[in-house]
């Protein structure tokens, strides 16, 4: 099984931007739709952005369309989250996860079958 391993969480000022990278352990992403979730304070978690390994689709919610971005490094087996102009409301425990679903199904966490440990992401002044 491959589990996703999240790194780049930390504190920055509105305005600023972060990349949060996820990294495929004991296994790869080939064959796998990654997607990004997070969390906030008292709050549900929600999906964010989503990548189809095999394929290259990507999706990314409404509400991040335009700061944030998903790409991939096939070689290093990584998913990257660049989110820019962040606001203090991306406030949140990011998370990895790796699943089949349907792209119809891509923002369902049920569909998905290994989540990462997370990331937390502060943006305060």
């Known amino acids: 099984q491959v589990q996703p391993v999240e790194s780049g969480g930390g504190s920055v000022q509105p305005g600023e931007s972060l990349r949060l990278s996820c990294a495929a ?3 790869t992403f ?3 739709s990654i997607s990004w ?3 906030a ?3 549900e978690r929600e999906f964010v952005a989503a990548f189809r390994w095999n394929g290259g689709n990507t999706y990314v919610k409404d509400s991040v369309k335009g700061r944030f971005t998903i790409s991939r490094d096939n070689a290093k087996n990584t ?3 660049q ?3 962040l606001k203090p409301e991306d406030t949140a425990v990011y998370y990895c996860a790796v699943g089949r679903p349907i792209w119809s199904a891509i923002s369902q966490q049920s569909m998905y079958y290994y989540w990462g440990q997370g990331t937390q992401v502060t943006v305060s002044s």
Do not use: D, H, T, V
Request: hydrophobic share 20%.
């Open 30 to 32: 080939s064959g796998y």
């Open 41 to 43: 304070p008292g709050k």
């Open 25 to 27: 352990s004991g296994g």
């Open 79 to 81: 998913l990257y989250l």
């Open 83 to 85: 989110m820019s102009s």
């Open 37 to 39: 979730f997070r969390q």
